[in-house]
């Protein structure tokens, strides 16, 4: 399963409205079941069983969490390549919309905690 990109600022603030949060150790995320309204124009949602899954992946940093934009994209970079990977060898997840947070640990510890995180989150879908 590949994640879709997230770029609605629309869809963004209605994560983090009505989402639910989940906390690791090097990042948050906002998160909430279903598709997103802009995206359901161009899914074809189907009544049967065989109605498509999509993972949407959106992160988002702001300027408190470091003053180099250099570093904050690394930490985005980073998040979003520890679920491209742990997504991959996944099939069977439902619809999800996430945003992640980074935190200012992901910058710093080793990729394989990321990845922990990760499979943690995705544990509870």
């Not at 209605?14 to 997103?36: A, D, F």
């Not at 470091?66 to 060898?89: P, Q």
Request: contains cysteine; hydrophobic residues 35%.
């Amino acid at each position: 399963m590949q994640p879709l990109p997230y770029h609605s600022r629309k869809a963004c603030d209605n994560v983090l409205r009505k989402g639910r949060v989940w906390k690791g150790q090097t990042m948050m995320i906002h998160w909430m079941p279903g598709v997103p309204r802009s995206a359901k124009s161009r899914v074809i949602l189907s009544l049967s069983k065989d109605e498509p899954r999509h993972v949407y992946l959106g992160t988002f940093a702001s300027t408190s969490l470091h003053k180099s934009a250099v570093k904050r994209n690394r930490m985005r970079r980073r998040c979003r390549e520890a679920f491209r990977l742990s997504l991959k060898n996944r099939s069977n997840l439902p619809s999800v919309q996430l945003l992640i947070r980074p935190r200012i640990a992901s910058l710093t510890v080793p990729f394989e905690e990321i990845q922990t995180d990760v499979k943690r989150f995705l544990s509870i879908l």
